[in-house]
């Protein structure tokens, strides 16, 4: 159990469009998903939690505007890039919370590598 | 808010050497320590986790302690084989939080 999908896998786009990628829980129900960006060699850095039928909680420094994230469902959320850079090239990363016990579990989807060129 | 520091960034050892991974914590209400590898390419995989209310977790040949006094957390890898190739992330979260803080990473590469 516990597996998280995301879609697509890869994507390559021009500058000044929009890329929607999404994420979903398929076999659980997550009332909170994450959004994490991932630069090559390095850590996973939380752009926002994303929570089922209310607005996400950006990080600091994370424009909302630019990266609109959307949680209709409870295995559906989706992260808009909104007029794309190639400084956005990167490898997007969510995850689906799950409740063990008394704390959270966080499985990941398989990433999306972004490229604008 | 919660800071985690993960030591060292890279490791290297013999195939079947064991490899120690360790981390710090800043916040002392953080109750749960996930452990994730990720190989190349890949998603992380959660590989063993520990709660605030055991000391230690064994799963195979890994296993991950806790010392709540000193907030730190280790994971521990015996008969290194090829495939633990890969970079290894620890966390932490509060009770009752959902989202949780990161280490910055452990490269580990096992030399056959």
């Known amino acids: 159990g516990a597996v998280v999908s995301q879609h697509p896998s890869w994507v390559i786009c021009k500058s000044g469009t929009s890329v929607k990628i999404e994420c979903r829980s398929l076999?659980?129900?997550?009332?909170?998903m994450f959004w994490y960006r991932q630069f090559p060699k390095q850590s996973l850095m939380l752009m926002a939690t994303?929570?089922?039928?209310?607005?996400?909680?950006?990080e600091q420094g994370v424009e909302k505007d630019k990266f609109l994230i959307n949680h209709a469902s409870l295995t559906l959320s989706t992260l808009t890039v909104t007029s794309a850079h190639p400084e956005d090239s990167s490898f997007y990363i969510c995850?689906?919370?799950?409740?063990?016990?008394?704390?959270?579990?966080?499985?990941f989807g398989p990433g999306t590598r972004l490229t604008v060129t | 808010g919660e800071n985690v520091e993960q030591h060292p960034s890279t490791l290297s050892v013999q195939e079947g050497d064991s490899a120690v991974i360790k981390c710090t914590y800043s916040?002392?209400?953080?109750?749960?320590f996930p452990w994730y590898k990720q190989e190349l390419g890949k998603r992380p995989q959660l590989i063993i986790d520990?709660?605030?209310?055991?000391g230690e977790k064994k799963d195979q040949r890994i296993a991950v302690t806790l010392n709540k006094t000193a907030k730190h957390f280790s994971l521990h890898i015996t008969e290194t084989q090829p495939e633990d190739s890969a970079v290894y992330f620890c966390?932490?979260?509060?009770?009752?939080?959902?989202?949780?803080?990161f280490g910055q990473g452990t490269r580990l590469t096992i030399n056959p």
């Open positions: 966390a932490a979260s509060m009770k009752g939080a959902q989202k949780l803080v």
């Open positions: 916040d002392s209400a953080s109750n749960y």
């Open positions: 520990i709660r605030s209310n055991v």
């Open positions: 076999d659980f129900q997550a009332t909170t």
């Open positions: 995850s689906a919370s799950r409740l063990a016990g008394s704390s959270y579990e966080q499985y």
């Open positions: 994303s929570n089922e039928g209310s607005k996400a909680t950006y």
